[in-house]
């Protein structure tokens, strides 16, 4: 593999987006948080995931959004600790999942979900929350049921189900992530990245891409993220079933690069 300078990649990718709409590499009919958009410019790239043909390679990630997308974009998949007790599929699963949308029909009729977009800055209407604790340096992922909107018949249902199979008191292990660790794995993830933006449309059941701008985001501020975190602008995204967890995202809102990294530049 050539390696390229960060301006001569930007140089490929122009290239690439002067060729007009290209084919999805990925099946993504009626998906659309799939990362398709970055998998496609991969490939056109000539690289594998993630694997970016510049010498620095490891500081550099690259990210891909559809144009007029209103979906958060995902920075990383990090499962909580304790890890060894996979929090996941012993605990939030079984214990405080609810029936899938699709059990009884693609799934089985005990098929279970556990689907959380959770922020710091309020309840989920089950009653999860972020806390970001300074004093024991940690993210904590809690549950409050007194938090919970009742007033749902299928939520209030819930409830009662979570009373019978673990009670409702607090999570027990409390999932959790160090900031310790959590500054290593992020930080040396997304430190620089390449972001680009592309429109879609779907032709024969297949969706096709045309890239329309890149930008260069540099300076990553461990601290920064935290605030994100606390602002709600970085939100915990837990999406699970009992036949497959899909994993644990850190996702940013759109256009709000500027509150993590200290330089955004617009290179297409």
């Not at 029909?105 to 089950?126: H, L, V």
């Amino acid at each position: 593999m050539k390696l390229l300078t960060k301006d001569e990649l930007i140089g490929t990718c122009k290239k690439i987006f002067a060729q007009g709409w290209h084919k999805s590499v990925k099946k993504t009919k009626n998906v659309r948080n799939d990362g398709a958009v970055g998998n496609t410019l991969e490939v056109l790239l000539g690289i594998k995931e993630n694997n970016l043909p510049i010498p620095n390679a490891n500081d550099w990630e690259l990210k891909g959004q559809r144009l007029y997308s209103g979906s958060l974009v995902t920075l990383k998949h990090i499962e909580p600790s304790p890890q060894g007790a996979k929090i996941v599929s012993n605990l939030l699963l079984p214990y405080y999942g609810w029936k899938h949308k699709e059990a009884g029909k693609k799934y089985s009729i005990t098929e279970k979900s556990f689907r959380s977009t959770t922020s710091a800055t309020n309840f989920t209407n089950r009653g999860f929350q972020i806390v970001v604790d300074r004093q024991q340096n940690k993210l904590r992922f809690i549950f409050d049921a007194t938090k919970a909107d009742k007033t749902t018949p299928e939520i209030h249902a819930w409830h009662e189900s979570i009373t019978k199979r673990i009670g409702l008191g607090l999570l027990n292990p409390e999932p959790y992530w160090g900031f310790q660790d959590l500054e290593h794995t992020i930080g040396t993830k997304i430190r620089n990245c390449f972001y680009v933006i592309a429109e879609n449309k779907t032709e024969n059941r297949h969706e096709f891409f045309l890239y329309k701008s890149l930008y260069v985001l540099s300076g990553f501020s461990f601290d920064k993220f935290l605030k994100c975190i606390e602002d709600g602008v970085v939100l915990i995204d837990f999406d699970a079933r009992t036949g497959h967890n899909h994993g644990t995202k850190f996702r940013i809102k759109q256009d709000r690069w500027t509150d993590l990294y200290s330089e955004v530049k617009q290179a297409i």
